[in-house]
Every structure is written in C-alpha cells, then in structure tokens.
C-alpha cells in the first residue's frame, strides 16, 4: 500500500540507478529517513533534478510505500544551500554532520526533533558559522540518539557545579578537581576544552554569536570528542576522515584566511 503525502526533506546522498533514474535518500521531516525512487533524474526538463541534489531541503510530494522503494513524485519549493554548495570545506562539515545523522537513526523512524537540529546546523553553516563549532555541538547532543548519556552537568561524585573538570568513563560523566583521585585513569582532558564540552552539551544555536575558539582549543576539543566517538559509538565515517586530511591540508599549506572560510562573522 502507498500513501500520498507532502513533506519537508533534506537529501541525504543520491545515487545513479540505471542509465536514467536515481535512487536518493531524504531524511523527511515527517517519516524519517526513506529511500525514494526517481524516474528520468537526468533528465534536465525534470522538475526534481534540482530538488535531488546534495545539501538542499524542499517540500516533496511523496508515495511511500510500506515495503520496497517508495517514490518522489513532484516538489513544490526548492531551497538549495548555496554556501555550502560552492565550498569544499564548509560541504564536508555539512557531509560529516548529514552522515551522523544517518548512522543515527533507523530508517523509516520518525526523528522531527532531529530534523530540526540537522536543518538548523546546515542554515548556520550556509550562513557562514563556523563549522568546526557546529559540528562540535551536533556532535556532543547527538550522542543521546547512538544511547549515549553522559553527565555534563555537575561532578558524577559530589555534585560540584565548578569546575574545573575531567571526564570519567568509570563514572560516565565529569569529575571535578577534588575527586580526580577517585579515578586514577581519568581522561586527562584539559580542562579548557572540557568547559566548552559541557557547554556546548546543552547550548541552542541561538546562543553561539559570541562564540570565539583558538585553534588550540579547537584541537583539544576535537581530540576529546573523537576519543568518546571512538570508545563509545565505534563508527568511522569517511566524511570525517576527509575532514582529518583536510585540516592536514591547512596546517601544511597554511591557506590563507580568507580561503578557509572558518571564522564566525557574527
């Protein structure tokens, strides 16, 4: 059975299937992720060719289907995320971030908070946020939805509410000065970077105008970051390790600036 809705979406990927048709996954604000058949995709006269494309959102008219492949049958509005588009650095945060969210959540499981979140993240990014920050910020709140509860709020020992602190996986969350003895194979996290990490666990994005990392810092935070990704979500996503060569890339070459695209111009 098919059922003829309208939603939002954002794309996901694309694929060429056959000579003429595409198969692409749109994460849809109302029905979670779906993977949809397009006929005649390359076809220049077809109204969804712009809609299918990476980093766009639009309002789809949807066959889903229970079983199988369900299909986009037209578009209404089409918003394509220019900024992102036209630079490489800013489209592989957008990638790295659109991956995470995909490796997050089952197919066909409605998520409209994530979808919120996922939007959000790509309109700072086209808007000329810097990524690095957005990404630490999905990175940290997304790890409820791979199950992952970490107390940012306070010492997991005594309840202290100031810092400074490290992380415990012993005790799954921070501990605070006084109590570092308590786990002698603590993290080691500088504590800078840590009071960002908790900071940015329950920041909304309307609050980061005044936001301004060293790179220093930034590599810290990363570090930390990659350290509870890897011990405790376990994924390895290409996205992200472009994202390593890239910042390679940077410190080798030492590009301009201007050519980076990485500072908040807020």
Not at 114 to 143: C, H, M, R, T, W
Not at 212 to 229: A, C, H, M, P, V
Request: one cysteine or more; hydrophobic letters at 35%; charged letters at 25%.
């Amino acid at each position: 059975m098919g059922r003829q809705i309208e939603s939002k979406a954002i794309v996901l990927f694309a694929k060429d299937y056959r000579e003429k048709d595409k198969l692409v996954k749109l994460f849809t604000e109302t029905h979670g992720k779906r993977m949809f058949f397009v006929r005649r995709a390359h076809q220049k006269n077809n109204p969804l060719t712009a809609a299918i494309q990476p980093f766009t959102e639009a309002e789809f008219i949807m066959d889903l289907k229970d079983e199988g492949l369900s299909f986009l049958n037209g578009v209404k509005e089409v918003t394509p995320y220019r900024t992102i588009q036209s630079d490489i650095f800013i489209s592989a945060y957008a990638t790295y971030i659109l991956n995470l969210v995909d490796a997050a959540v089952d197919d066909n499981q409605n998520d409209a908070a994530l979808y919120g979140f996922a939007k959000q993240s790509l309109d700072l990014l086209n808007n000329g946020y810097d990524p690095e920050v957005i990404s630490f910020i999905f990175e940290i709140q997304l790890l409820q939805r791979f199950g992952i509860q970490i107390n940012w709020n306070c010492c997991a020992v005594c309840g202290e509410t100031q810092g400074p602190f490290d992380y415990s996986d012993s005790y799954h969350g921070l501990l605070c000065e006084k109590d570092w003895s308590r786990d002698e194979r603590r993290s080691h996290f500088d504590s800078r970077s840590v009071y960002f990490m908790q900071l940015f666990s329950s920041i909304r994005y309307s609050q980061i105008n005044n936001i301004n990392l060293s790179d220093e810092i930034k590599q810290k935070i990363r570090q930390n970051i990659d350290t509870l990704y890897e011990d405790y979500v376990g994924i390895h996503l290409k996205s992200k390790r472009f994202i390593d060569q890239m910042k390679n890339w940077e410190n080798t070459m030492k590009l301009p600036e201007k050519n980076k695209r990485l500072t908040n111009h807020r």
